[in-house]
């Protein structure tokens, strides 16, 4: 699940404030998990703008809308028809879908109302912990189904570091909470799984290439069974 954070309302404030007619658009999937993107987060945030525009220069925010995912261009074009006079559309969506937005209508500035931070996952209610980061080479099978990558704080492929106490990540200290050693969690996972021996494997320097250091990454389906 993507996970995205609200931006700061001054710097919303200041992107939007030269204009005078904006939409605020809602995106129901992912984010809207995150309490950041659904029906409520743009009701709250058209309020928070309104207020915020109350004396000096007016801002007409036009009725929010909403859309199942922003991500989809499928979903955009058939069903979504701009009030006349939007000059520029505020989107409560991941950093994918105000790009999708963007690509969709051309003419108009398509602003983010939110940063995207992570792809999670929900643990308990209300709490999304981080679990991958999309590098595009899952060594998942490897780790006992725990990532290394997005979930050591220095992505270390031969674990622990010398930073790790009681089960502990060294980051403790300044994240202001207990942060579980990925490494750790990895060897007692594989005890559990008898698979200890993977442990013993060295990783190789690692290829980032699939990760997005070979530039932006694109999936085709195909057209044929997967297997």
């Known amino acids: 699940m993507i996970v995205g954070e609200h931006k700061p309302i001054q710097e919303i404030i200041d992107s939007v404030k030269e204009y005078t007619n904006i939409l605020v658009v ?9 309490l950041t993107g659904g029906d409520r987060a743009a ?3 058209t309020e928070a703008l309104s207020n915020a525009f109350k004396e000096g220069k007016a801002l007409h925010i036009f009725e929010n809308s909403m859309m199942e995912r922003q991500c989809e261009r499928d979903w955009i074009e058939p069903f979504f028809d ?7 559309i505020l ?3 991941c950093g994918a879908g105000v790009q999708t937005m963007a690509d ?11 940063n995207t931070t992570f792809i999670g996952a929900l643990d308990q209610p209300g709490v999304l912990n981080e679990k991958c980061a999309g590098c595009g080479d899952c ?5 006992g189904g725990i990532c290394p990558i997005a979930r050591c704080a220095k992505r270390l492929f031969n674990g622990p570091c010398g930073g790790s106490s009681k089960g502990k990540c060294e980051v403790s ?3 202001g909470r207990d942060v579980d050693c990925a490494w750790h969690q990895i060897i007692d996972r594989l005890k559990e799984l ?12 690692r290829n980032w290439t699939p990760s997005g250091a070979g530039g932006p990454r694109q999936l085709v389906y195909p057209g044929e069974p997967l297997f």
Not at 82 to 88: C, N, Q
């Open 43 to 45: 009701r709250l945030l």
């Open 139 to 143: 060594i998942l099978g490897l780790t």
């Open 173 to 175: 200290i300044s994240m």
């Open 104 to 114: 969709a209508f051309p003419g108009i500035p398509v602003l983010p109302a939110l």
């Open 82 to 88: 701009l009030p006349k006079g939007v000059e520029a």
């Open 194 to 205: 008898d698979k200890l021996d993977n442990y013993e494997k060295i990783s190789q320097v």
């Open 91 to 93: 989107s409560l969506a």
């Open 26 to 34: 809602g995106c129901q999937t992912c984010v809207a998990v995150s």
